[in-house]
DNA sequence: CAGGCTCTTCACA
DNA sequence: TGTGAAGAGCCTG
């Protein structure tokens, strides 16, 4: 794996003993790195600080980590950032994910017709490397027929997101009129 | 449920 | 550069 060179300034929040981390680059202020929510400090760190050749930890930007914190407990939040990394397949998945609105939910067969590809999986590989998990919000791609699919944290953690952002779900199926 | 289809990415030669 | 395997999926029988 190759590391971006940018330096990098990481930022946690502790919340009822999950800790959230955020990356952000020191010359212009952008995310660019998120983190699933872990249990101990050193390992959201190194998630993050992994994919960067170089970075400190400061609480500079606690706001912006506990935003995450926010955004992961259900509550609407924006994020002002860029996507640093990856193929052109992965960006446009991820900006076709950014377009999910809150609340509502699309299945990995969308984004892959808007996009002209009958890749499904490919969608799902895309969306494993999100660099900016919660932030950008893969949580709200399910399979085509509504049961949850995988993800990063777990497929708890993402029926836990869904059910607090108001998605309905039973017997871990999406039920229909969430889905826009 | 099994098996084939579809595509992108990664590992390894 | 070239080939093969692996995937957060989908569809048909």
Known sequence: MN???????????????????????????????????????????????????????????????????????????????????????????????????????????DIAETLGTRAYRAVGMALKRNPLPIIIPCHRVVKSDLSLGGYKGGTNMKKNILKMEGVHIVNDKIIKSMYG
Request: with cysteine; hydrophobic share 30%; aromatic share 12%.
């Open 3 to 109: 590391k971006n060179s940018e330096k990098i300034i990481i930022s946690t929040y502790n919340h009822k003993g999950l800790y959230f981390a955020v990356g952000v680059s020191e010359q212009e202020g952008n995310i660019l790195k998120s983190s699933i929510p872990k249990t101990r400090k050193k390992d959201v760190i190194s998630e993050i600080s992994d994919s960067f050749s170089s970075f400190k930890v400061s609480d500079k930007y606690e706001n912006l980590a506990k935003s995450l914190c926010s955004a992961y407990h259900g509550k609407k939040t924006q994020f002002c950032f860029n996507i640093y990394d990856g193929t052109p397949f992965e960006k446009n998945v991820l900006e076709k994910v950014m377009k999910i609105p809150y609340g509502e939910v699309r299945t990995y067969k």
